[in-house]
């Protein structure tokens, strides 16, 4: 049967839109990113165990006393956790992602319940956006919207839309249909009988909706964190790059707790918006009599305690504060400007970039460092999203990036070579000391070799040449996973002396750490050594002269660049700017040999 190219129908139509409708993806990016930056900014104002008690208040007003109380104490174990910054981003996507779904979902759901021809057109929408893979929806985000808060508000507000039409449709179609004949026998209008009679009736099941499309959300918003838009997110795509678990279950633990709060609030306030709802609770409040545990004060005392301790907060200056310990005049170069830098989790590349970000901020700057895929990085300069990074393996690994987006970029020099990639094994296998040995012996080996990130250049270089080359591409399956990933998997070999072949590459701390041989390649398949390059934006060398500079003199030696990794790896994860600093104090001088002012 003949191939069926819907890959490429769906490329051309992409280019298509891309090409005709920019200015169109341009406006919403601009909505969508203003949205998320005021309510950020609203969330980000308030010291975090104010806004806590602001939360608690509500909680308190919605669910009674023990839910207040477990409120705070949810919300200040975050702050204690070094992740309330991170929390009110993630916060504030679900809020604009679920907001714009309502706006969608809401009145397309009315829609469908009055009229069975549109609900038989959007159920099989709604069926397809439900059962696609949620990591789908990053792909268009990131082409049509570039990285950052409005690919993932995209990518999450598609992927939660269909329950709120869903609930909605639901809802009103599950209203009585003698109270709907009822309404419409006293001649009230259709408008009428909408606002009057079924969307209140149908509330709760609205407002369940809304809840689902809450929990979607959030849930998307962690995924999301791949498209470089922070937050928890960025935490748990931070923490699956280094293979940090106690990293990952913090930020496990953090988006739990925003989950069950906005759950139960939701669930909350759609008894207190609807009708039957109020009913319902005050006969339980009758039948049950005063109880502290839960009691709920009246709105006007909830809202009067949430003002009240704003205005204590203000006076006892809990509100941020611009801090005063500024950088000295003379070295404030940045004057607060921001700059982004965004790495692959390759060591050269946390080194070299928390390197940049302490450098300058020392410097007046303003800098936010995002760990990305390949991928995503490349199409982030390309598209202006980030300013540089320090990691572009030129002119081998990273040639199909540089082919691609070469002419959207600027090259700032290499900073570090020349490198080699390989294959390696533990220096206990005996007889393997080339590519060519690997040859016949792939059942020792499990018939797999231990790669890295699937968009890392190496990794298609060994897939597409250098196993062929070799006669290797019928015997081993290169297994893609992640940079601390194959070292976790090097490291479990080898403290049992078992056979195990990796993807590495030169500088390496590994190569200190275990007896390793890099396997020979006398045909050269894997090409000539990189050099480690940095790579701008186009237009950032214009926009930061000095900046561009340092950037362009900027070397390191070996024994710098795998001393400095190595300090950081003794830090451990979460800590990187922390050894930088360490690793400065011991480098004294260096700081302003590499950014002069």
């Given at each position: 049967?003949?191939?069926?190219?819907?890959?490429?129908?769906?490329?051309?139509?992409?280019?298509?839109?891309?090409?005709?409708?920019?200015?169109?993806?341009?406006?919403?990016?601009?909505?969508?990113?203003?949205?998320?930056?005021?309510?950020?900014?609203?969330?980000?104002?308030?010291?975090?165990?104010?806004?806590?008690?602001?939360?608690?208040?509500?909680?308190?007003?919605?669910?009674?006393?023990?839910?207040?109380?477990?409120?705070?104490?949810?919300?200040?174990?975050?702050?204690?956790?070094?992740?309330?910054?991170?929390?009110?981003?993630?916060?504030?996507?679900?809020?604009?992602?679920?907001?714009?779904?309502?706006?969608?979902?809401?009145?397309?759901?009315?829609?469908?319940?009055?009229?069975?021809?549109?609900?038989?057109?959007?159920?099989?929408?709604?069926?397809?956006?439900?059962?696609?893979?949620?990591?789908?929806?990053?792909?268009?985000?990131?082409?049509?919207?570039?990285?950052?808060?409005?690919?993932?508000?995209?990518?999450?507000?598609?992927?939660?839309?269909?329950?709120?039409?869903?609930?909605?449709?639901?809802?009103?179609?599950?209203?009585?249909?003698?109270?709907?004949?009822?309404?419409?026998?006293?001649?009230?209008?259709?408008?009428?009988?909408?606002?009057?009679?079924?969307?209140?009736?149908?509330?709760?099941?609205?407002?369940?909706?809304?809840?689902?499309?809450?929990?979607?959300?959030?849930?998307?918003?962690?995924?999301?964190?791949?498209?470089?838009?922070?937050?928890?997110?960025?935490?748990?795509?931070?923490?699956?790059?280094?293979?940090?678990?106690?990293?990952?279950?913090?930020?496990?633990?953090?988006?739990?707790?925003?989950?069950?709060?906005?759950?139960?609030?939701?669930?909350?306030?759609?008894?207190?918006?609807?009708?039957?709802?109020?009913?319902?609770?005050?006969?339980?409040?009758?039948?049950?009599?005063?109880?502290?545990?839960?009691?709920?004060?009246?709105?006007?005392?909830?809202?009067?305690?949430?003002?009240?301790?704003?205005?204590?907060?203000?006076?006892?200056?809990?509100?941020?504060?611009?801090?005063?310990?500024?950088?000295?005049?003379?070295?404030?170069?940045?004057?607060?400007?921001?700059?982004?830098?965004?790495?692959?989790?390759?060591?050269?590349?946390?080194?070299?970039?928390?390197?940049w970000k302490e450098l300058l901020e020392e410097r007046g700057f303003e800098v936010e460092a995002e760990q990305l895929d390949a991928g995503p990085l490349y199409t982030s300069l390309a598209s202006g999203n980030i300013d540089f990074q320090t990691d572009a393996w030129l002119p081998t690994t990273h040639a199909e990036y540089w082919k691609k987006y070469g002419d959207q970029l600027d090259d700032l020099g290499s900073w570090y070579g020349p490198t080699s990639l390989e294959l390696s094994v533990p220096a206990y296998m005996k007889g393997i000391d080339s590519l060519a040995d690997l040859k016949g012996r792939s059942t020792?080996?499990?018939?797999?070799?231990?790669?890295?990130?699937?968009?890392?250049?190496?990794?298609?270089?060994?897939?597409?040449?250098?196993?062929?080359?070799?006669?290797?591409?019928?015997?081993?399956?290169?297994?893609?996973?992640?940079?601390?990933?194959?070292?976790?998997?090097?490291?479990?070999?080898?403290?049992?002396?078992?056979?195990?072949?990796?993807?590495?590459?030169?500088?390496?701390?590994?190569?200190?750490?275990?007896?390793?041989?890099?396997?020979?390649?006398?045909?050269?398949?894997?090409?000539?050594?990189?050099?480690?390059?940095?790579?701008?934006?186009?237009g950032f060398a214009d926009d930061n002269p000095v900046v561009a500079k340092w950037l362009k003199d900027f070397t390191m030696s070996e024994k710098q660049l795998t001393g400095l990794e190595a300090e950081i790896n003794k830090a451990g994860k979460g800590r990187q700017q922390d050894a930088v600093r360490t690793w400065l104090k011991a480098n004294p001088g260096l700081l302003d040999k590499l950014a002069p002012v």
């Open positions: 049967m003949p191939r069926i190219p819907l890959g490429d129908w769906v490329n051309d139509a992409v280019d298509w839109l891309l090409g005709h409708m920019a200015w169109l993806f341009d406006f919403l990016k601009t909505v969508f990113t203003g949205a998320y930056d005021g309510i950020d900014a609203v969330l980000q104002a308030p010291r975090p165990l104010l806004l806590a008690g602001i939360f608690a208040i509500v909680a308190f007003w919605l669910r009674g006393t023990t839910a207040g109380v477990l409120t705070f104490a949810g919300f200040a174990f975050i702050d204690s956790l070094e992740l309330w910054e991170d929390a009110m981003v993630t916060l504030s996507l679900v809020l604009v992602a679920t907001i714009i779904a309502l706006v969608i979902s809401v009145p397309v759901g009315i829609w469908a319940a009055r009229s069975d021809r549109v609900s038989a057109l959007v159920r099989p929408v709604l069926d397809f956006m439900q059962t696609l893979p949620a990591m789908i929806y990053l792909i268009p985000a990131i082409l049509f919207f570039g990285t950052g808060a409005s690919a993932g508000i995209v990518a999450t507000l598609i992927f939660a839309l269909a329950p709120g039409v869903r609930m909605t449709e639901l809802g009103i179609r599950q209203v009585d249909k003698e109270l709907v004949e009822a309404a419409e026998a006293f001649g009230t209008t259709p408008r009428d009988t909408l606002l009057r009679v079924q969307l209140p009736l149908a509330l709760p099941t609205v407002m369940a909706g809304v809840n689902q499309v809450i929990m979607l959300g959030l849930s998307m918003a962690a995924i999301a964190g791949m498209v470089g838009t922070g937050g928890l997110g960025g935490r748990v795509n931070e923490a699956i790059g280094q293979l940090d678990v106690g990293l990952g279950s913090e930020a496990g633990v953090a988006i739990v707790i925003l989950a069950i709060y906005l759950d139960r609030m939701t669930g909350a306030l759609g008894a207190q918006v609807s009708p039957l709802g109020r009913r319902a609770a005050a006969k339980a409040r009758a039948a049950q009599g005063l109880r502290f545990r839960s009691y709920r004060p009246r709105p006007q005392v909830a809202v009067i305690g949430v003002v009240v301790l704003a205005l204590v907060a203000g006076g006892m200056g809990m509100f941020g504060a611009e801090d005063d310990s500024a950088t000295p005049v003379g070295e404030n170069v940045g004057q607060g400007e921001k700059v982004s830098i965004g790495y692959i989790p390759w060591d050269e590349g946390v080194a070299s970039t928390f390197l020792e080996f499990g018939g797999k070799i231990t790669g890295i990130e699937s968009s890392a250049g190496m990794m298609g270089l060994l897939k597409s040449k250098v196993l062929a080359e070799y006669g290797l591409d019928k015997e081993y399956e290169v297994v893609d996973s992640s940079t601390p990933a194959m070292l976790a998997e090097l490291k479990r070999a080898y403290s049992k002396q078992e056979p195990v072949v990796v993807t590495l590459w030169s500088p390496h701390w590994a190569y200190s750490d275990y007896e390793l041989k890099k396997l020979k390649d006398p045909k050269g398949a894997w090409g000539k050594g990189d050099g480690v390059h940095t790579v701008a934006r186009e």
